[in-house]
Nanobody
Framework: QVQLVESGGGLVQAGGSLRLSCAAS????????MGWFRQAPGKEREFVAC????????DYADSVKGRFTISRDNAKNSVYLQMDSLKPEDTAVYSC????????????????????WGQGTQVTVST
């Protein structure tokens, strides 16, 4: 079993930055791809970014490409999401998730492939 706890959310003005963290316990994450998803009020959950177990492969949603950076520190059993140039449309609850995959460079963008989820952290971007 893997427990995931997100932190770092908050209120920021448009154009600002936030860094989200996701700390895992219960199992080491080296063999898990890690993803960030978000859900805004009245909308479906959407993929934001993911990173392979090795950290060697990353993928981003087109809407955040060039503004967000996902990274991980397997020694600390943690994954991060650096969010720059934030926009009001980035407002959502952000959740991290872990997926046990077939290889160290495997990533996945579909939420149903993820095995474990955190509770989420609210990010609000004001105009």
């Amino acid at each position: 079993q893997v427990q995931l706890v997100e932190s770092g959310g908050g209120l920021v003005q448009a154009g600002g930055s936030l860094r989200l963290s996701c700390a895992a316990s219960g199992r080491t994450l080296n063999n898990y791809a890690m993803g960030w998803f978000r859900q805004a009020p009245g909308k479906e959950r959407e993929f934001v970014a993911c990173i392979s177990g090795s950290g060697g492969t990353v993928d981003y949603a087109d809407s955040v490409k060039g503004r967000f950076t996902i990274s991980r520190d397997n020694a600390k059993n943690s994954v991060y999401l650096q969010m720059d140039s934030l926009k009001p449309e980035d407002t959502a609850v952000y959740s991290c998730a872990a997926a046990r995959g077939p290889g160290a460079y495997w990533t996945v963008q579909t939420d149903y492939e993820y095995d474990y989820w955190g509770q989420g952290t609210q990010v609000t971007v004001s105009t």
